[in-house]
């Protein structure tokens, strides 16, 4: 079932859009069927699960007598990160498409200073009218892009943003274009003396529900977990 659907995604998604697989509250098995299937890129939203997934892994790799078992895996983070939790999550990903405050960004870029290590990050948008998402403001985008504070040991890799949970094809649609309106802030901003650089053209939008009309309007990740896994455990 697993294999059905990565496979069937992976020959209907156009070649500019990546695949997130959403595996939270998945077990692990789960992400070996995704991966044999030729998924490589899998999300978490929760630092202890994440941990807890990567630990598995190694523990596989020495039952297998094979370090090399998986190797090519690529992790993201999207949930809501503590400051406090930051160790349980940036050593082991690629991107953390979940940056949601001003306060997360100094703390991301103050660890990476401590060790050494520049982490790719997403700024996640607030674009949604429910009150229970997260994400940045214009004014906050603004701030961080225009560089008043420098971020040395962060790379800006673009945009992420959740749509309202509504089967209103017409209100999704008004999510995303708010995500793009604030993406051409980014934009604006190459070539200046800011937190950006060409390389900030990630948009990632689009999950399970509405991921067509994300990629129809520019997308270039999507996030899908229940269509791939069904239902969270």
Not at 92 to 103: F, I, K, T, Y
Request: net charge negative.
């Amino acid at each position: 079932m697993i294999k059905d659907i990565i496979n069937k995604l992976h020959s209907e998604l156009p070649a500019t859009v990546k695949l997130v697989a959403v595996s939270k509250f998945h077990p692990f098995e789960a992400i070996e069927e995704a991966y044999a299937a030729g998924q490589r890129c899998f999300a978490e939203s929760r630092p202890q699960e994440l941990a807890a997934k990567v630990k598995r892994l190694e523990e596989i790799r020495l039952e297998r007598g094979e370090p090399d078992y998986m190797s090519d895996i690529e992790w993201h983070f999207i949930g809501h990160l503590q400051t406090n939790k930051l160790k349980m999550v940036l050593p082991h990903v690629a991107l953390v498409q979940s940056v949601d405050s001003v306060r997360l960004l100094d703390a991301i870029n103050a660890w990476g200073k401590a060790n050494n290590k520049v982490i790719n990050v997403l700024l996640e948008c607030f674009i949604s009218g429910e009150e229970t998402k997260q994400g940045l403001s214009e004014e906050e985008l603004i701030q961080i892009v225009s560089g008043v504070v420098r971020y040395d040991f962060i790379h800006i890799d673009g945009l992420m943003g959740m749509a309202s949970f509504t089967d209103d094809e017409a209100e999704i649609r008004e999510d995303f274009q708010r995500l793009l309106d604030m993406q051409q802030i980014l934009h604006d901003w190459i070539g200046e003396s800011g937190n950006v650089d060409a390389d900030c053209s990630e948009l990632s939008m689009g999950m399970s529900g509405d991921y067509p009309i994300a990629i129809e309007m520019g997308s270039t990740m999507v996030r899908i977990g229940s269509m791939i896994f069904g239902e969270r455990n």
